[in-house]
């Protein structure tokens, strides 16, 4: 039986290990984002059953905290867009660098086998 090749993100893994610090923000906005996003249901229930339909809460701190829910996913959007970006665009530079290194390696004879565009 023959060895399977490694998957794609296997083989991709070390060149998103060289931009562990974008990868970590954008990962970690992600979770704010989510995280935020499954409390604002929670948030909209209390201002319609407490706030709205029995007057027992006040109705300024609870639109303040959705306001503040929509500020912080968007600031978490954004971080998880630029860094996500930013970290894809680096990463196939350096896939694109790899692949110039590894042609340049290669003897005349194989360029010269390789058609044009390959």
Avoid at 11 to 25: G, K, Q, S, T
Avoid at 69 to 81: D, I, N
């Amino acid at each position: 039986m023959s060895e399977r090749a490694p998957g794609w993100l296997r083989r991709l893994l070390p060149y998103l290990l060289a931009h562990r610090r974008d990868v970590a923000f954008s990962l970690g906005a992600a979770l704010v984002g989510m995280g935020i996003s499954g409390l604002t249901p929670l948030v909209r229930k209390v201002l319609i059953d407490d706030v709205v339909l029995t007057r027992r809460r006040p109705l300024v701190p609870w639109v303040a905290l959705l306001l503040g829910f929509g500020a912080v996913r968007f600031g978490a959007a954004f971080v998880r867009r630029y860094t996500g970006g930013r970290v894809a665009l680096d990463v196939q530079h350096d896939l694109r660098t790899a692949i110039y290194d590894r042609l340049q390696r290669l003897d005349f004879a194989r360029h010269d086998e390789m058609q044009t565009g390959q």
